[in-house]
């Protein structure tokens, strides 16, 4: 009888032992899972913030916003408008210091000050105004490339929409879908 309940205590010791070994892998596993997850992200380098990448965003934004206000289509003026809100809200953010000068406050006095501006004044719905507004955040543009050093960066008021293939009158806007 000894030599069976010795067995049993070293069945039930082979069994615990291999039970404990497959949830130490588990753990292990689960542990190298999170890790991943965790440092894996913390690891990566960020992508440094391109400005030049979101100046023509920028810029994209501005020409489709002069061609929409200018048709009084006022929707997607104002749809232009929070799209560079949002683009010059990235950067004003990200804190980027080029040669030693801050682009992010840059952004901030020269960009979104003037943007919010304007866009109180496009929600007057007044071609003219939004005009010579626009003229204004134009201006605006060109006193931060002087002060980033970009001074041969001139931007100007559109003359052809960058994309030829977009309506913006905003005539053929409807609460319908045609089949």
């Not at 753990?27 to 913030?49: C, F, H, S, W």
């Not at 020269?110 to 919010?116: E, I, R, S």
Request: overall charge negative.
């Amino acid at each position: 009888m000894s030599r069976a309940i010795t067995a049993l205590v070293l069945l039930a010791l082979i069994a615990a032992t291999g039970y404990n070994y497959l949830r130490i892998r588990s753990l292990e596993t689960k542990n190298q899972q999170l890790r991943a997850e965790v440092y894996g992200v913390m690891d990566e380098p960020e992508e440094p913030i391109e400005v030049a990448d979101i100046m023509t965003k920028l810029q994209r934004y501005m020409n489709k916003m002069w061609f929409a206000q200018s048709n009084s289509n006022w929707e997607l003026t104002e749809f232009y408008i929070e799209e560079m809100e949002e683009t010059m809200e990235l950067l004003s953010a990200s804190e980027v210091i080029e040669d030693n000068i801050d682009i992010s406050g840059l952004m901030v006095k020269f960009g979104l000050n003037p943007l919010g501006k304007h866009e109180h004044i496009v929600k007057q719905k007044n071609v003219q105004l939004a005009r010579s507004s626009y003229t204004d955040l134009v201006s605006n543009c060109n006193n931060c490339h002087k002060l980033s050093k970009h001074s041969f960066v001139i931007i100007t008021e559109p003359v052809t929409p960058v994309y030829d293939n977009q309506d913006y009158s905003g005539a053929n806007t409807t609460s319908g879908v045609s089949n």
